[in-house]
Nanobody
Framework: VQLVESGGGLVQAGGSLRLSCAAS????????MGWFRQAPGKEREFVAA????????YYKDSVKGRFIISRDNAKNTVYLQMNSLRPEDTAVYFC??????????????????WGQGTQVTVSS
């Protein structure tokens, strides 16, 4: 079972990036999928999550209105569209899968599988 993130990079403040997370080894169509990030010297923090059907989405307050999480279950892929990026968004971004759809979607401990992360750097 693998989760592989892609789409990170270096972007100027105000710019956009689209992260992808491709799952393989099993279907994640019934899983809650989440995005977390970790900046140097800081703890990993919740960014966004999406229900298995895509009908419910959840966001960290500081990214609301700027980031959009979506998923394509036919492709076993989840996305994070990041707009109006700020230097404080700089971090390694991880996708994660909660196989059992636990309600504590902001808690990293409930996620069963994690990707290796992709670096996002926003310059000022």
């Amino acid at each position: 079972v693998q989760l592989v993130e892609s789409g990170g990079g270096l972007v100027q403040a105000g710019g956009s990036l689209r992260l992808s997370c491709a799952a393989s080894g099993r279907s994640f169509s019934r899983s809650v999928m989440g995005w977390f990030r970790q900046a140097p010297g800081k703890e990993r923090e919740f960014v966004a999550a999406i229900s298995w059907g895509g009908g419910s989405t959840y966001y960290k307050d500081s990214v609301k209105g700027r980031f959009i999480i979506s998923r394509d279950n036919a492709k076993n892929t989840v996305y994070l569209q990041m707009n109006s990026l700020r230097p404080e968004d700089t971090a390694v971004y991880f996708c994660a899968a909660d196989l059992y759809g636990r309600s504590r979607y902001t808690d990293s401990r409930v996620y069963d599988y994690w990707g290796q992360g992709t670096q996002v750097t926003v310059s000022s």
